[in-house]
């Protein structure tokens, strides 16, 4: 049996292989301890109780990312399902084979990406989307792009660039060769595809194959962590340059680089400390919304069947509604 058939009440299930993703504990009525425990494999995930906790048996085992084998139950409890593990032991399988990869082949990506910078005419973002690509393209490689909301996988982070890339080329030709080039940098939008969501990899444990958030990531963000490395690298070049570079132009350029890390999410409510403010800010917000919804849908459609038949779960978007899963066909 595997994880991904937990899916529903009444059932016994015995030696399923699952990662583990987290476990808090508790102290229940009769003062013994207990322990939440959260298991994935896949896309699916599962959270139960292990009653009648013991620290020392378990502690070490239930280490997160630790692969373990469990047996147990399932009941409705509150209109839900409910988990009880009465086993948990050792598992002789490799954390790999229970961790969700981008399904696109990851040299080719990172090409693709390498191979558009190398068309960019404007030497700053240039050299920074180069130098942070060249110094972090393992991490860039493997973290997620999301901790659940969308490309939270091995490679997410990759792919949602590519993503962005290939959505991002067209776009900015249609409108520079329909209103000129004039007022936006075709190299500024893509620059910030590229490296708006390169904090992650400072965020996120990606040597974790659970990818907790890190105890720096909690306390600044990627979008803090990113415009840092953004203006980092812009000093780095500018200090190789200075003798030739106008420093108030040079200051101006940074920061309009920094600006596209800063505001991506777009709002204050979403956590970008600034709005917006050039159209290439403005491009690369409405890009990354685009594959971030839009890859967030997908995984509902193609997850678990939710309590309406042919539908999804709900999804945590505002009103958090379902997703059509089954195709129709007019005959």
């Known amino acids: 049996m595997e994880l991904s058939d937990l899916n529903k009440a009444g059932i016994l299930f015995y030696d399923v292989h699952a990662l583990v993703a987290n476990k808090t504990i508790g102290t229940a009525k009769n003062g013994k301890e207990f322990a939440n425990i959260t298991l994935k494999a896949g896309s699916a995930t599962v959270r139960g109780i292990k009653w009648s906790y013991n620290a020392e048996k378990y502690d070490e085992l239930l280490t997160t990312g630790t692969v373990v084998k469990v047996s147990g139950k399932s009941e409705m409890y509150n209109n839900d399902i409910s988990f009880t593990f009465e086993t948990i032991e050792p598992s002789d399988k490799k954390p790999e084979d229970f961790v969700r990869r981008t399904r696109f082949d990851v040299a080719r990506m990172y090409a693709d990406i390498q191979a558009v910078l190398g068309t960019f005419t404007e030497p700053l973002p240039k050299f920074i989307a180069d130098y942070l690509l060249t110094n972090h393209k393992d991490e860039f490689c493997?973290?997620?792009?999301?901790?659940?909301?969308?490309?939270?996988?091995v490679g997410g982070l990759l792919e949602h660039t590519h993503n962005l890339l290939s959505l991002a080329l067209p776009i900015v030709t249609h409108y520079q060769n329909r209103y000129g080039s004039q007022h936006f940098s075709?190299?500024?939008?893509?620059?910030?595809?590229?490296?708006?969501?390169?904090?992650?990899?400072?965020?996120?444990?990606?040597?974790?194959?659970?990818?907790?958030?890190?105890?720096?990531?909690?306390?600044?963000?990627?979008?803090?962590?990113?415009?840092?490395?953004?203006?980092?690298a812009a000093s780095f070049w500018f200090h190789g340059n200075r003798e030739t570079v106008d420093v108030a132009q040079f200051e101006f350029m940074r920061d309009q680089l920094v600006h596209l890390v800063s505001s991506h999410h777009g709002t204050l409510e979403y956590g970008s400390p600034v709005v917006p403010q050039t159209l290439e800010a403005l491009l690369l917000h409405q890009l990354d919304m685009i594959d971030s919804q839009f890859m967030h849908a997908l995984d509902m459609v193609e997850g678990k069947q939710g309590d309406v038949l042919g539908f999804s779960d709900r999804s945590k978007f505002k009103g958090n509604p379902r997703f059509l899963q089954q195709k129709v066909s007019v005959q």
């Open 186 to 232: 075709r190299d500024k939008v893509l620059f910030g595809v590229i490296v708006h969501d390169l904090g992650k990899i400072m965020e996120y444990d990606i040597a974790n194959l659970t990818f907790k958030t890190t105890p720096n990531g909690l306390l600044s963000n990627h979008i803090v962590k990113g415009a840092i490395m953004v203006h980092d």
């Open 142 to 153: 493997r973290a997620p792009a999301a901790m659940g909301m969308h490309q939270a996988w």
